[in-house]
T-cell receptor
Framework: NAGVTQTPKFQVLKTGQSMTLQCAQD?????MSWYRQDPGMGLRLIHY???????DQGEVPNGYNVSRSTTEDFPLRLLSAAPSQTSVYFC????????????FGSGTRLTVV | DQQVKQNSPSLSVQEGRISILNCDYT??????FLWYKKYPAEGPTFLIS?????DKNEDGRFTVFLNKSAKHLSLHIVPSQPGDSAVYFC???????????FGEGTQLTVNP
């Protein structure tokens, strides 16, 4: 049982480049989310999904796109990378009831130069 | 507008003593609260939670207290162990919501 798998673990991008952060879960969770962690700011919600085909914006959605074509996958796309997007990104998933909160992946450390 | 706040960025405690981590919230619609623990280079892991209909929940060495009138929750770790050294996040969920709102985190250091 792999849980939540994020790839890549590390990435360096140049300003203006685009890329996709991958996230997959094998627990048949309905809910999936993307957070970014920055020093002193905790975890901030970028986008989330309550099921396949349904996505919505979180607190800091600008510069990011998501889609949820299957229950398992929830990729995060950076359209045109900026230095302000340097951060650690976490994908998370949960059952609808959220009794045990979200299960998080191990993160992707992204640096934009 | 920070709806969940952890005002102490860091806390240092001696092994065997009690660690108390605090969290305040402003949104009256929050009905479920969680604590997560995070080690460096790993994702956060769920620790303990509490529903707004309760004022206390206990799991081994970890106890969470909720004071709804003060919009305050705290996590007690007794006794503290060096392996508890990590960043602790509190999080909250709105009634019938699917999003978790996190605080800034508190770095706990337990000294041997």
């Amino acid at each position: 049982n792999a849980g939540v798998t994020q790839t890549p673990k590390f990435q360096v991008l140049k300003t203006g480049q685009s890329m996709t952060l991958q996230c997959a879960q094998d627990m048949n969770h309905e809910y999936m989310s993307w957070y970014r962690q920055d020093p002193g700011m905790g975890l901030r919600l970028i986008h989330y999904s309550v099921g396949a085909g349904i996505t919505d914006q979180g607190e800091v959605p600008n510069g990011y796109n998501v889609s949820r074509s299957t229950t398992e996958d929830f990729p995060l796309r950076l359209l045109s990378a900026a230095p302000s997007q340097t951060s650690v990104y976490f994908c998370a998933s949960s059952y609808r009831k959220l009794n045990y909160g979200y299960t998080f992946g191990s993160g992707t450390r992204l640096t934009v130069v | 507008d920070q709806q969940v706040k952890q005002n102490s960025p860091s806390l240092s405690v001696q092994e065997g003593r009690i660690s108390i981590l605090n969290c305040d919230y402003t949104n009256s619609m929050f009905d479920y609260f969680l604590w997560y623990k995070k080690y460096p280079a790993e994702g956060p892991t769920f620790l303990i939670s509490i529903s707004s209909i309760k004022d206390k929940n206990e799991d081994g060495r970890f106890t969470v207290f909720l004071n709804k009138s003060a919009k305050h929750l705290s996590l007690h770790i007794v006794p503290s162990q060096p392996g508890d050294s990590a960043v602790y996040f509190c999080a909250a969920k709105e009634t019938s919501g699917s999003r978790l709102t996190f605080g800034e985190g508190t770095q706990l250091t337990v000294n041997p």
